[in-house]
DNA sequence: AATGAATGAGTTTTCATTCAT
DNA sequence: GATGAATGAAAACTCATTCAT
């Protein structure tokens, strides 16, 4: 019986796993569910079995990516260091964390093209908030009030544009490479283009 | 003669039309010829005619995309303006033509989903190319001279910068809205990324 | 289990009875995969399932029929036999053969109009030489010693003939029927070629 | 007006060539009319103009064909020759046809594939027929006279028999070479053929 | 829990043919 | 006589999903 469980979890594990990969590379439209099932070593007949339909395995896939980096914001402490240090720190991870899971990218994307309806039906939606928003209000708070951050800022704008100066990057990668006629993701371009996010932000943000 | 060329043109312009509407709405590999053609008000037959394959016809779709906003961009005139003023405009544009055009987020994300192999084979990717690189190194340039910008700001990883925090705002308009339980289109949500932005690229930029 | 696979071997047996008359019948450009599916009495998709495509599964069909000539020659049983009698046995199996499966005809035609392509990938390729080109040559050689035969005769060269006589006339039936005005299938003529042909190959093969 | 005329059949005799060859090559079902029309240098809508369809497309062809083999039969004069060189000469001419015009095999494969009835509605079926028969009759009567031949052979059936042996070889020429090992259109295998089916039919033939 | 066989409804693509000039 | 544009019907092939065990 706990034998059983527990094939029974690794299954589902793995479905998810190559669900995710299969997304993130071809896009909801143009994922197939027999390579998810070839990918998975397991029988097409089973991810039925588990997931319903193609849809809410999706729909699964997405509710685990968002899961895991709201894990990882989690385990950022932002609010035992400096102000600076913090919005350093976030803009950092941010940009590796996108650079260690393109999928993420893709699947947000996929997500957005069919207008997030897969969250709309979570029903664990506050998972899907960001803890960081609160933690960056505290933050830049205590940046205004050390007189070191400009006043008035938005954490949710802030954040926004965190994630989107990466986002853009990384995600239209392929695009900007072909268009600029070089490789965005060449190791000096990596750092050169976090140099860049972490000025941009913090420039806005400290005081004059 | 004359008649036949223009009706030519007409489709072929009718079938662009709608299958940019469609792969826009659908990416790619959701997109269906059928519906192009019921969109074009054509024979899909002609799709085939005119373009080979719902590959090329993408890949068509795409060299027109980037050829209208490029056309957009080199209409802005930002040489003509004060440094400052003319990186607003631009913060104006990217935001103002990215929310007119919504199908040219997902369009980008579909080349990318498929590492713009699409763009690839494009004859004429110098057009892809933006003008507006070497008109804001000008700009930069100018504002170092006159004092009001700082220096060593590289003018690619600005535009990416500025097309980014529009990009992502709208791009992910809806699972950003599912997240924070909020409608990131209001008017007034509008308004108020379009200052953060400015504020932030501004702030970033202006000497201090 | 037993019953399952015994289904997947009947499935895939109709389909290849299936495919085999309609490439018989139509040539393989003229084929039509919708028929092949409702000769079987199966869902057009199983024919994918198991061969792949349309050009795989005339690859299976000629290498059946293949295999099921070599077979019946192999019955044959030459060596047994003088070999004036293995000779006429050999000329009247082959018209005999042709005559009971004119489908080997035209499936041959279709393989060759392709340039034999479907058998270069053929692993078996094997399997395809006829076994009897081994044989007679042992009766031609035996037919030789006993001073019954000429000599220097290649049996590559005579299997060929043997074959041409029957497959020219029988393959052709249509359009020498229509130029020469008279039935060449009815039984007279039938009785009338086989003794031709036995005429000719014996006359040539005795010696004076 | 007679420039015009002259302007039609070029464009009738373009068309015909570019059918045979696609023809010959494809068969009927695997011929593509867009094909034809790109071969001859001509519109598609000509093709219909001057043929009406496709079909009666490949009835010219075919009928053009016949015409040609039958206007160099004519040429061969087997009359005024000894009855052995008479039929060498015969065996001679129709090995070295087949080889010259290899289209003339697959288009005949094609007829009787459609069980010639592209020759049923043929008016001038009376060209269709070879003029060699009666030849033939007369050489086989003059050979058994003067003792050389045998008596009782039908022209017909050694009309066949002679072009079986090269068409057979000829035409399978693909499927015999991948079943053989060897190239059959080697210069030296030729040679071989022809000697061999010359020592056939003489072998058969003459008195012993 | 797991799986090989089977399927209905699409999906892209092709083709012979016709229209309009 | 000649042609580019257009089309309806059908072709090969695909896909998510279900059946039967």
Chains 1, 2, 3, 4 share one sequence.
């Not at 509710?63 to 350093?88: F, M, N, S």
């Amino acid at each position: 019986m706990e034998e059983r469980q527990r094939d029974a979890d690794r299954s589902q594990a793995a479905i998810l796993a190559a669900a995710r990969d299969e997304f993130a590379e071809h896009g909801l439209g143009g994922a197939r569910v027999d390579r998810i099932a070839e990918r998975a070593g397991l029988n097409k007949r089973l991810l039925y079995y588990y997931f319903d339909d193609k849809e809410k395995l999706f729909q699964a896939v997405l509710e685990q990516t968002y899961r895991d980096i709201r894990d990882r914001e989690r385990e950022l402490h932002l609010e035992d260091l400096p102000p600076a240090d913090a919005v350093k720190r976030l803009v950092e991870f941010t940009w590796n964390y996108y650079l260690e899971h393109p999928e993420f990218l893709t699947l947000l994307n996929s997500a957005n093209l069919h207008r997030a309806r897969h969250l709309q039906g979570s029903k664990r939606a506050r998972e899907l908030n960001s803890p960081l928003i609160e933690t960056l209000a505290h933050v830049l708070e205590r940046g205004r009030k050390e007189g070191v951050f400009r006043g008035g800022v938005d954490p949710v704008q802030l954040y926004v544009s965190i994630a989107g100066l990466s986002y853009f990057y990384l995600s239209n990668n392929h695009t900007l490479s072909a268009i600029f006629g070089r490789d965005l993701l060449a190791p000096k371009a990596r750092s050169e283009r976090l140099s860049h996010m972490t000025d941009v932000i913090l420039g806005y943000l400290l005081a004059p």
